[in-house]
Structures are given as C-alpha cells and as structure tokens.
C-alpha cells in the first residue's frame, strides 16, 4: 500500500532523503509516520506530519537533523536526513497514522515495506 525507498550505505555525517509513495490513495489525506527498527531493538518513531495542519514532529534523537515535508504533486511525504550517526543505521518505514501523529498506528493502518539505511564509514 506504501512503498518506501531511498535508503543506502552513508558515512557518517552524511545525508539521505526517504521517499514514502502510495499509489492507491492520496496521502494528503493521512497523518504519515516515519519508523525505524535497528537490529536487535524496537521499532521507534521517529517523525510525523499531520494532514489537518502540517504540523511535524520528531522524536529528540533526530531533532534538528530530520525534516519531514509533503510534496503534495508528487503523492509522497520525505524524510530528509541530515548529521547521520552510525546510530541511525535501522530499517526505515513510514506508515499512514489513522489515530493521528504521536499515536501508535493502528492495525488497519498502512505500512512501507521499509528500506534499509546503514551509516557506517
């Protein structure tokens, strides 16, 4: 229902842009979240963008590093990633956010299949 893309090898220090993409429906429409899991650890939240405002938000690990946008024209919402740390190496998804941002997605919600970003020099 989603497809996220946009992950790589990065050295640390560097910056990557995450795309997430629904082809099916409108993501405007939906609060979109952005996650990641790193081996061995649960999955986090890690930003999201509300449809009612625009409104954004971020977990303080990647504060002032992570920007979320909207690019309305093009049905997706980006990750840009900037100051990468080797800590930031996890599998990224986004997922639609029925229940709104900061909220837990529900089991109905939509998921990315995730794309893999390794920080590491």
């Known amino acids: 229902q989603l497809q996220a893309s946009g992950g790589g090898l990065v050295q640390p220090g560097g910056s990557l842009r995450l795309s997430c993409a629904a082809s099916?429906?409108?993501?405007?429409?939906?609060?979109i979240g952005w996650f990641r899991q790193a081996p061995g650890k649960e999955r986090e939240a890690v930003s999201c963008?509300?449809?009612?405002?625009?409104?954004?938000s971020y977990s303080d690990s990647v504060k002032g590093r992570f920007t979320i946008s909207r690019d309305n024209a093009k049905n997706t919402v980006n990750l840009r990633m900037n100051s990468l740390k080797p800590e930031d190496t996890a599998v990224y998804y986004c997922?639609?956010?029925?229940?709104?941002?900061?909220?837990?997605?529900?089991?109905?919600?939509?998921w990315g299949q995730g794309t893999l970003v390794t920080v590491s020099s």
């Open positions: 997922a639609t956010e029925s229940l709104g941002c900061n909220i837990p997605p529900a089991p109905y919600d939509f």
């Open positions: 099916r429906f409108t993501l405007n429409n939906y609060d």
């Open positions: 963008i509300s449809s009612r405002d625009g409104s954004t």
